[in-house]
Structures are given as C-alpha cells and as structure tokens.
C-alpha cells in the first residue's frame, strides 16, 4: 500500500487546441486507466489537470497526452508543476475555471463524424433521423461559441436543457458523448421547421420528408445550417438552378453543389487521392474539381447552369445530419442527388445567420425554409480549396479552417489587422498566434460592416487579444482603412492597449504587396532579416506613387521593401469600368504596345462604335485613367483579345475562363510567347508589347484559344523564372514568395513552382491562407506587429517608417 511519502501530486496545463474536442473525456480515461486521482477542467488557457499517485505513473501519464490525444486536439505546450499531495482514489472531471480569460483556442466546426451517422440511420438509436446529432468528437464549435471556456453554458446551446437520458450520457465517463457540449437528441432540441408562405408550419422528420419532396419538385429553398443559411435547390433541374440564378441576380458565377458521399462525387468530377481527401477530411471544404465529360452510366446529372462555361465544379460532402436526411435514407422516396448549396444572402451582402433577417431578406429567393431553434453565433461560410501541383491552395479560409491559429515565426504585440475591402477577413495577433477570420466579404455594403464588427468582436473574445495596434492598408478610399482609422480614435475595451494605460490602440498603414508577400512569408515560417525576392500579382493595389499596382516585383522582408521590377504601366480606362470589361482593357493593352485596333480582333468587334470612340479618346489622351501595372488586368485583356471573355459578371471571371481555356493545352506547348525585360528609372519593366502582338497575330491566324491560352500562361511563368535569376545574380537571394490573387490560378502556380526549384530557388507559395486579398492581413500584422522591428515594419518604397 502506498503511503504518502510514495506519493506525488502534479498540476499539469496543456495549452492548444483542447476544448470542444474530447480532450476532457480522454484524460479522465487515461488517468483512470493509470489509477491515477485528481481531477481535469477546463481553464482560460485550455485544460488544467491535478493529478496524484506513484512518480511513475504520473511520468508516464504526461507521458502519454501527446500521443494518444484525440485526433482533432493540438497540443502546443505542456506545463508541469509539484503541487501538494491532497490524497484521494477518485479521478473526475470538475467545472471549468472562470478565471479572467488567458489563452486556448477554440475549434473550428467539425463533419458529422462517421459513429453519429451510423446513429442518424440506425432505428434502435434514440439519435434516429435526428439532424443535429453530434459527440465529442463532431459538431458545430466555433460557430456556438459566445465565450470561454468552451462549456455549455458559453454556447448557444444553453438555452436547450437537456432531457434525463442526454443527461446520463453527458455525466457518464464512458460514453462518447461525455462531456460533449453540443449533445441533443430529438426529446432536447433544437427542432426543424419548414416555413412556407400562406400554410402551416411543418416540424422534425416531417419538415424533412416536405423538403425533399420540395426539392424534388424544382423549388429553391433556405436552409439553416452550421454557420448560416444555404440557397438549396435540385443541381440536375435546368428550371430550378435557372430560377435561382435569376432570383440572387448570380449572372455566369458558378455555384457550388453537395452530394451525399464520395462514389457519388466520383460520378460527377474526377477526383484524385489527394483531392478525395481534402472532400472527406473533418473540414469537408468546396474543393474545385475537374468536371467529367462522359459520367457512367447511373450518374447524376448536373444542370449547365450550375456552371456556365467552366470545365471545373466546386463539390463538397455533406457535413451535417441534416444534409445527410436531404439525400434521404433508406426507405425515402427518391431525392435529389446533387444539390446546388450557395450562401444564403443578397448579392454583395454577407450570409444570413438570423432566422428574422432570412425570413425577410430572402423572401424573394425562396419558396420556403427550413429552419431550426439552435442560434449562429457568427456566421461562417463555406471554404472553398483547390489543388495545385499537388499541394492544396486555399481559396476561401472559412468554415472548418477559422478560428485555428497560424504560428508565426516571431513574437508580434498584441494587434488587429483589418485586411482589405475584397474578400475581407482579419487576423488577430499575439505572441507567436495569429488568428485569421472566417470570411467576412466585400466591405462595400452596410451589412457587410455590421457582420464585421459583429466578428471582430467574437474573435476577440474568444483569442483575448487586447489590441494596441490595428493595421490596415494605405490605400485612402477602402473602406477597412476607415474603420480602422475609427477604431483608433474611440475609446473601447475591445480596441484599447493596456488597460493600466488607458491609450487608444495605435494605427499602422501597409503598403498592399508588401503586405501580400509577407503573408507567404509568415505562413511559411520565414524567418525577420532574411530577404526575398517576391511577386506580389493581383488586380488592384494602392502603389505607393498613386497607380494602381499589381504586376510588381519586390525584394522584401518584414521591415521593408524595395520595388525593383514591375510590368509596364498602361491606362486603366474608365477605373472600375475597365474591370468590368476586359474588352477596353484590352484596347489599352493595344494601344500602348502600338497595335491597331484591327475589327477582327475580338476585343475590337466586342465594343460598340460610341464605345470605341471614348476609349480612343481616353486612352490618347489619359483623360478618366490612371496608371496601372496590374498583371491581373493583362490576363483580362488576353482573355478579351483571344476571345474567351469581354465582359464580366463576377470579379476575375475572364482570367478563370482564360486558365480554363490554357489547361488542357499547356502540356507540350512547344513555343510560348515572351515578354520584354529592360532596365528602367523604376527597377526593371516587364513590357507585354511582344507577346500582345503575337497574341494579336495568332488571333488573326485563327489560332485557337486554348493554344493562345496555354503559350500565355508559360509566358508569364518565364517572366517569372527570368526575373527571379535577374534578381539572384545581383543580390544572391534565392528564396521567391508568390502572393496575389493572380497566384489563386493553379496552373500559373503550379508552372512557376516547378520552375522555380528546379533551378534550384526555395518557393514560398500559400497553403494555409489564400494569396488573393483574403489573405493580406496575415501580411499585414506581419509587417507592422513585430516586436523586435522599432519601425514596426511600415514602410514606403525606400523603406522609412510612416504612420
């Protein structure tokens, strides 16, 4: 028998992602196992754990919480201290700490994992049919969250007690639903509704069996889900996804689509292993896949609709016991195969979360919505991946990816990012996390606002950053600049420094690639003082001379940068109506590599004759332009001139269709154009003047637009490849980072990556956060939130500090 001097008690704090994900559950049955007594809670900086017996046994107790965690948890750090023997044989979970918050992180949202279900179509399971079963080691987080720790109590599942049995299970060690905070079974809620106009409402399994039958029939339906509400409606019915496009004013922009499970994916898209497994991991995102132009027999049709003109599909799998219930079970009359599942909003404003605003503001989308009482707390939106090279590229970091943290390879001050006004999301900083934002949208709309200060705060919240910094970007007009601006003047808890100082919170400004190049940079794990040579490739960026850049080259780090190459400026007509029309673009393009304006070339016969008449006059004589280096602008030009698009519906539309068009044709494409490079008063400037002319000449020729395509996208992968060993025989830098929404295009990406190494460069590429504008503000806490940097990392061109 022990006795107390063989005796030893230990207080044990594991820091990471430990709440929401079993991790309680887990220790008690490890330290019972080991017959250990103590107790496990949860704490503000994740799980705290006391716990007594023999010095072996406790080693190998500590021993053993990396390795045998459960999957979704992520250990950062281990904490062990000698405490006082207190004596005792029980083991046992107690309540959670409410001390001042500290530091832990919460999980993202979690797929309805494989046990619940089975329980979802098992009849002997109390969780039959029910659409929100969920355990330990599944279901929605992040987006219930109103507070730590990640308890009952701080969810918005607080207001739905539990019923006896739910109870047991909660309380009872060896269930799998011990200790799970979002358990509920169909006596405990929430309960599902469907609402349609003029009729009664209809709830639990009979508001399924209407909705599949409504679905069935062609209508569009609001569907409440994890983080917001979805437009569903049959992706095999040409009407249905027709009357949707028209209802949400969607013009050519794709729509993403579910299905049940991956042999029905398989039917539809080509899926390769790497991209099956991106389709069923735990975060089940939007991945962009190749459609199949002869499906087996059997398969499910997909209306042209869904995607007009485009040769990929984005395709997820159903994540919730909801969708599984509206592809039906065994037993259910037939339902659709495919559904169309796009957010739940009016075009420009974010998804809907709150069940008044969607019975309001979608109205005039659906035919009815299925609902239930289980309040969002944030909205979060779908992520959307693709792959390139093998590797996957985030497009939108959302749903199942946000709030987890990115290390960074240096401490930062505690900060808030702001991002952009483009596919905004922001990042919240300490120490060596940052935190990115699930996505919040186009800061061109009053809603879009509210929801961002709505998930500022959450994120806040649940990270506990202070800030005493926020960073936005230098461009005079985004409306993230403003706020930031405002933030900065206005006392308030959420945005001061030290409470002790009582100050406001500092500003920083950015410089837009610099901040794009950083972000890989961080991402990355590259380390302050070490310099890159980056390509920082978008649509639209505030320079630091007031043109509009975005083909710029770059040698940075995180204190500064210095603008050694860029393409060529050309007149941006008209601003954003050039945007909008790739075929004026293209006219500049012309115009400025001296190339006349030719009826037959598309572009030209694109435009009407009192078009053409102001673009000439415009691009003469400068009048409504402003410079711009934009690559971004050059792909919508060449997709203009080569014939594939001359006016857009969505941002970046043309340069997709143009990747589309190359893909097919890149492999063997024996001779690609080639840009001009000379040295300049700027730096080095890539001129486009050679390669629009033999655009032009193989348009003329009847050249089709995939070849034109293809020798395009290698031409601006060898502008690439050159310019980085320009760089490197005069300053010896071997490392290129690729930033900017242009590198969302995986055939440029995957072209620039293999070129790259293999003469012998190290690539920074994104993997963990987007390179368009969704992922600027990683960037920007990096540059301006270093601890280390007296100038915080805000620079202008020759590298001086500017607030």
Not at 480 to 490: C, D, G, K, P, V
Request: aromatic content about 6%; overall charge neutral.
């Amino acid at each position: 028998m022990l006795t107390e001097r063989d005796r030893h008690r230990r207080r044990v704090v594991v820091h990471g992602l430990v709440q929401g994900v079993g991790f309680r559950p887990f220790v008690y049955a490890l330290a019972r196992e080991a017959g250990l007594s103590g107790q496990v809670h949860n704490c503000s900086d994740g799980v705290e754990v006391e716990v007594e017996g023999p010095t072996p046994a406790l080693e190998a107790f500590v021993a053993s919480l990396r390795p045998r965690a459960p999957s979704m948890a992520r250990i950062v750090a281990i904490d062990v201290t000698e405490v006082e023997v207190r004596g005792g044989s029980e083991f046992e979970i107690g309540l959670s700490d409410s001390a001042p918050p500290g530091r832990t992180l919460v999980s993202p949202d979690i797929a309805t994992c494989p046990d619940c279900l089975s329980e979802l179509a098992d009849p002997a399971s109390r969780y039959y049919r029910h659409p929100f079963v969920s355990c330990t080691n599944c279901g929605p987080r992040f987006t219930v969250v109103r507070g730590l720790p990640y308890d009952r109590p701080n969810t918005t599942m607080a207001d739905l007690p539990l019923c006896a049995p739910c109870s047991a299970a909660y309380a009872e060690p060896g269930d799998r639903r011990f200790h799970a905070q979002t358990i509920a079974c169909p006596q405990c809620g929430p309960v599902l509704s469907l609402v349609r106009p003029g009729l009664a409402d209809v709830t639990g399994q009979d508001a399924v069996a209407e909705s599949r039958r409504l679905l069935s029939a062609g209508a569009v339906l609001a569907v409440k889900g994890i983080g917001g509400y979805h437009l569903a409606c049959d992706a095999s019915a040409e009407q249905a996804v027709a009357t949707l496009r028209k209802r949400k004013g969607r013009g050519d922009k794709p729509f993403a689509v579910m299905v049940a499970d991956l042999p029905t994916a398989r039917q539809i898209v080509h899926v390769s292993p790497a991209e099956a497994g991106l389709l069923a991991d735990h975060r089940r995102p939007v991945v962009l896949l190749d459609q199949r132009r002869q499906r087996p027999p059997g398969a499910p049709a997909v209306s042209a609709s869904v995607a007009p003109g485009r040769t990929e599909l984005g395709v997820m799998l159903a994540y919730t016991g909801l969708h599984h219930l509206l592809f039906g079970l065994s037993g259910d009359q037939p339902s659709p195969r495919v559904l169309v599942m796009t957010s739940g909003n009016l075009a420009g404003e974010p998804i809907v979360i709150d069940d008044g605003a969607a019975r309001e503001r979608l109205v005039a989308l659906v035919d009815a919505w299925l609902v239930h009482d289980r309040p969002i707390r944030i909205p979060c939106d779908d992520s959307v991946v693709r792959m390139a090279g093998g590797i996957e590229l985030p497009v939108r970091r959302s749903r199942g990816f946000a709030p987890m943290p990115i290390s960074l390879p240096f401490a930062v001050r505690p900060a808030l990012a702001v991002g952009g006004d483009l596919k905004n999301t922001f990042c919240l900083a300490e120490g060596h996390y940052a935190w990115m934002s699930a996505h919040v949208g186009d800061m061109d709309d009053w809603a879009t606002l509210q929801a961002f200060d709505a998930a500022v705060e959450q994120l806040a919240t649940i990270t506990s950053v202070r800030p005493e910094l926020v960073v936005a970007d230098r461009h005079p007009g985004y409306r993230s600049t403003a706020w930031a601006r405002r933030a900065t003047r206005s006392p308030s808890p959420l945005h001061r420094g030290p409470a002790e100082q009582g100050a406001h919170p500092q500003l920083g400004l950015v410089q837009h690639h610099h901040a794009h190049v950083a972000a890989a940079m961080a991402e990355n794990g590259h380390p302050p003082g070490e310099p890159v040579v980056g390509f920082a490739f978008d649509g639209t960026g505030y320079g630091n001379d007031g043109a509009v850049w975005g083909g710029e080259v770059l040698v940075a780090d995180y204190d500064a940068f210095e603008r050694i190459g860029h393409l060529r400026y050309v007149r941006l007509p008209g601003g954003d109506a050039a945007v909008r029309n790739p075929c004026r673009m293209a006219l500049s393009h012309l115009h400025s590599a001296r190339i006349g304006w030719d009826p037959a070339i598309p572009s030209v016969a694109a435009c009407r004759p009192e078009e053409l008449t102001v673009l000439e006059r415009q691009v003469r004589t400068g009048l409504g332009c402003s410079p711009t280096s934009s690559m971004g602008r050059l792909f919508d030009a060449v997709s203009s001139l080569a014939g594939v698009c001359h006016r857009i519906d969505y941002e970046a539309e043309a340069a997709m269709l143009f990747e589309a068009a190359a893909r097919p044709a890149i492999d063997g494409c024996p001779d690609p154009y080639a840009f001009s490079v000379v040295s300049g008063v700027e730096g080095l400037l890539a001129d486009p003047a050679p390669v629009l002319a033999a655009v032009v000449a193989d348009v003329l020729a009847g050249v089709g637009a995939a070849r034109i395509a293809a020798r395009f996208h290698l031409a601006v992968a060898g502008l690439v490849l050159d310019l980085a060993e320009h760089v490197r025989a005069r300053r010896g830098l071997d490392t290129v980072a690729l930033s900017g929404g242009v590198f969302l295009n995986a055939a440029l990406t995957t072209l620039c990556v293999k070129g790259l190494q293999q003469r012998g460069f190290r690539v920074l590429r994104h993997r963990l956060v987007p390179p368009s504008d969704a992922g600027i503000a990683l960037g920007q806490i990096a540059v301006a939130a270093r601890r280390d940097s007296s100038s915080h990392g805000i620079t202008t061109t020759e590298g001086r500090a500017d607030d």
